[in-house]
């Protein structure tokens, strides 16, 4: 997918071509060594120098990555997976029957079990602050919506979520693209076993 001077190519198919060419093999070792996150997260950073190829080589999730249009520079990157919403069920109880409902039209009488949304996880995404040409936040998720719509298309999945750290830049962000908090009856926001703040985005009719 090439737009606004970006390319958005699978972390597969530029394994492959690395595995063909030495000379883009050492030049995308150089790409990702060089990736940062600016010390503002870690674990997006590190995700894609060590565990963007073991998770893809296990089927446990796709990773995109976002060049410059000259392959100089690795921009940005995002991760996905199939991966259901689950919530216990001592918290789905306490979850307004309106916001149940959304969630799970079938099942939101059922306080008695745990539930298992169909979903897809928007597990990692960052920007490289090190990169020459800098990608606003707002166009890399856009990307990463467009690539998920479609496979939503495919194979299903009700709605988007992901799960981020409690701080007012990151809620602005993603309230901001469309997402909210997932909460319980009164407004107390739901947390995961992570001790995160999930926000969830309805994909689905």
């Known amino acids: 997918m090439v737009e606004g001077g970006y390319e ?3 972390y597969a ?3 492959e071509v690395a595995s063909e060419n030495t000379d883009f093999s050492v030049l995308l070792d150089e790409m990702i060594d060089n990736f940062s996150s600016n010390g503002l997260n870690n674990d ?3 995700f894609l ?3 963007a190829q073991p998770f893809h080589t296990m089927d446990m ?3 995109y ?3 410059d249009k000259g392959f100089e520079n690795i921009c940005g990157y995002y991760s996905i997976a199939p991966k259901s919403i689950t919530i216990k069920q001592k918290d789905w109880e306490k979850i307004s029957t309106n916001a149940r409902k959304k969630l799970n039209p079938l099942g939101y ?3 008695k079990n745990d539930q298992n949304i169909p979903a897809i996880l928007l597990g990692q995404l960052g920007k490289n602050f090190a990169s020459d040409h800098q990608i606003d936040g707002d166009k890399l998720i ?4 467009s690539t998920i719509y479609d496979i939503a298309n495919q194979i299903g999945g009700r709605y988007l979520y992901l799960e981020a750290d409690d701080n007012e830049h990151l809620s602005s962000f993603y309230t901001r693209n469309g997402f909210s908090f997932l909460s319980y009856n009164g407004g107390t926001v739901y947390k995961t076993k992570n001790d995160q703040v999930m926000f969830i985005k309805k994909m689905s009719a």
Do not use: C, G, P, S
């Not at 856009?142 to 919506?145: N, R, S």
């Open 61 to 63: 999730a796709r990773t």
């Open 13 to 15: 198919d530029v394994i």
């Open 65 to 67: 990555l976002v060049f």
């Open 49 to 51: 120098k060590k565990k």
């Open 109 to 111: 009488r059922d306080t």
């Open 142 to 145: 856009e990307f990463a919506f």
């Open 8 to 10: 958005v190519v699978r």
């Open 44 to 46: 997006v950073e590190n």
